[in-house]
């Protein structure tokens, strides 16, 4: 996770209560400490006192270790003539992500260009999807270098209808042994029949649409998807729970006395008739 050239979230503690946020990119790893330059929205290259705690947070879907990753910095150093902050080894602290709206884990065939760098296309396949954003995953062969802060236009291909939109690329993660890449990408400039096609792709898998009058939709497919996998489960042999009280041994024995039992009655019922 923490390679040179990987550019991550980070949340910094400025003072007690106070935090601010930006994005920090991994320069170099010197033995166990880390490299960094930290991006903020006021500032391109962000300096932290000695001593300053700081949050790398991952939320990959493809890499299991999600949480908040805690560092200090340890002092800075000058390379290339740019001061970088030095920062202690990160440690992980497991966090649960509390989103109110969790995003679709769904995989559709999407067709991406470049059309301010070149008119080739590629082949890309959705990991998630949400009403700001999603995650596209490719064969890296196919792909020149990508980075963040481009612009790509899409073309979302789903069941019911395909959604042009335009994004801007957030995040590149590169997997060399897999041969893969994959691209965390937000919408920009989505309004109109973009947003009302997103909408009718996202609704039905029970993702939050922007239109808030489609939200009770969307909770109610959640739900009913949930139950349909719940009954499913239910019906499966072998993992429905005995009743509570009874062990499996007992109820053999239970249903085989009652076969018995109704055996006697239904030969006791032929004397009477007799």
Not at 48 to 77: E, Y
Not at 106 to 131: F, G, H, Q
Not at 143 to 148: G, K, R, S
Not at 174 to 182: D, G, L, Y
Request: proline share 5%; net charge positive; hydrophobic share 40%.
């Amino acid at each position: 996770m923490f390679i040179p050239g990987k550019i991550l979230k980070v949340k910094v503690e400025e003072g007690p209560g106070s935090f601010l946020y930006g994005r920090a990119t991994i320069v170099d790893r010197q033995g166990s400490q880390l490299l960094i330059q930290i991006k903020t929205a006021k500032e391109s290259n962000k300096i932290l006192p000695k001593g300053t705690r700081l949050w790398f947070t991952n939320d990959s879907p493809s890499i299991t270790f999600n949480g908040m990753w805690l560092a200090s910095v340890v002092g800075t150093q000058a390379l290339q003539g740019r001061t970088m902050l030095l920062c202690s080894t990160p440690r992980h602290e497991p966090l649960e992500q509390k989103r109110s709206w969790p995003r679709v884990a769904v995989e559709l065939p999407v067709r991406m260009s470049r059309p301010a760098l070149s008119a080739r296309l590629y082949e890309c396949t959705t990991i998630d999807l949400s009403r700001s954003g999603m995650t596209l995953e490719f064969c890296e062969d196919q792909a020149e270098p990508f980075e963040a802060g481009q612009e790509v236009a899409l073309v979302l291909r789903s069941l019911r209808l395909d959604v042009a939109v335009a994004a801007r690329i957030i995040r590149v993660d590169r997997h060399w042994i897999a041969n893969k890449a994959v691209l965390g990408l937000e919408f920009v400039n989505l309004q109109g029949a973009a947003q009302q096609e997103l909408d009718q792709v996202l609704v039905p898998l029970g993702g939050r649409p922007r239109n808030p009058e489609l939200e009770a939709k969307a909770k109610e497919a959640s739900l009913s998807g949930m139950a349909t996998w719940s009954k499913t489960v239910n019906r499966m042999p072998g993992l429905k729970a005995p009743a509570s009280g009874t062990s499996s041994g007992d109820k053999i024995n239970g249903d085989s006395s009652g076969g018995a039992e109704a055996s006697n009655k239904t030969s006791d019922e032929q004397e009477v008739t007799e």
